[in-house]
């Protein structure tokens, strides 16, 4: 009896025992630590560090063309002021083109500018019919052979709409409003009779020179050749208005001519100020802080 006594004392304390060993023993280690959980850092679309093309801004331009004109028509006075007659024929010749101007585009389809043009000489080929003179040539049936030229400087303001683009290719069409300033050199008169005979000798009519209001309509081609750099071919169709033409002369005199229109070709380049842009700056990357969970 006192044997199972004292066996169930000591089984009691050897529990007892390593209870209290197993409860210091969790009391000795360290608290346990979860990792810490990483959101992944917001990012950012990449910018191109290439130069971009300016949607607007200044531009210088300069073109050079060709025009074919046509005369509209050719009236003067004939032996006094009672009889207003009109030329027989009246025909240009077509003559060269050179200008510049300065404009701003305003937006990447609209644009504006100025344009100064000179029109180098121009040959005028005319003719008149007559007779009943009391001596000469025209004693009887005659006619005459009128030479000038004319020269002409051009100031429009114009505007501009890109109606269609593909890739470094955008058509446009525009308007221009103005003067034409015409200086007319003198008027070679020769009248000779109709058939055979001997011719009077010519006379030169002074010429005049005058402003005329102008319009034109322009179609044509902007060719891409860099972000600040443009080339130009395209189509222009210019109406000058009539005006005085040549001086009286030997009883002949003044002469109006009813104004001309031509169609012109021309090509040139636009330079655009500022029209490359610096390369953008990337802006830096954001990393939160780490986040626990």
């Known amino acids: 009896m ?3 006594l004292f066996a ?28 810490p959980y990483y959101e992944a850092p917001a990012t950012f679309e990449p910018i191109s560090s290439e130069t971009v093309s300016s949607a ?30 009109p030329f027989t024929t009246s025909k240009l010749r077509g003559g060269y083109s050179i200008g510049g101007g300065v ?27 007559g007779g009943g003179s009391g001596s000469g040539a025209c004693a009887t049936s005659c006619t005459s052979e009128d030479l000038s030229e004319y020269t002409a400087l051009s100031l429009l303001a114009n505007a501009y709409v890109d109606l269609y683009t593909h890739g470094r290719f955008s058509f446009y069409a525009g308007a221009g409003l103005g003067g034409t300033y015409v200086k007319w050199d003198g008027l070679d008169n020769t009248s000779c009779p109709t058939g055979t005979g001997v011719c009077d000798p010519t006379i030169s009519h002074g010429g005049a ?14 060719i891409n050749i860099n972000c600040a750099l443009d080339a130009d071919v395209g189509y222009r169709y210019r109406n000058v208005r009539g005006g005085k033409m040549f001086e009286y002369a030997s009883a ?9 229109h031509s ?25 939160p802080p780490p986040v626990y969970k």
């Not at 801004?57 to 032996?79: C, E, H, I, P």
């Not at 389809?109 to 180098?120: N, S, V």
């Not at 002949?252 to 001309?260: E, I, K, L, Q």
């Open 56 to 85: 607007s801004g200044w531009y210088l331009r300069g073109d050079v063309g060709y025009a074919w004109n046509k005369s509209r028509g050719v009236d003067f006075f004939q032996g006094g002021n009672d009889l207003y007659s």
């Open 8 to 35: 169930g004392i000591a089984a009691a304390a050897v529990v007892a025992a390593v209870g209290t060993g197993s409860a210091l023993a969790a009391d000795a280690l360290p608290p346990i630590v979860e990792a």
């Open 103 to 129: 404009g701003y585009k305003t937006s990447s389809r609209m644009r504006f500018d100025a344009t100064l043009d000179y029109f180098g000489k121009t040959k005028f080929r005319g003719s008149t019919t």
């Open 209 to 222: 020179a005058n402003w005329r209001f102008t319009y034109a309509l322009m179609a044509g081609t902007t």
């Open 263 to 287: 169609h012109e070709v021309r090509g040139g380049l636009r330079y655009t100020f500022g029209g490359c842009d610096e390369p953008p700056v990337e802006p830096p990357v954001f990393t």
């Open 2 to 4: 006192k044997t199972n």
């Open 252 to 260: 002949g005199g003044p002469g109006y001519d009813r104004g001309f």
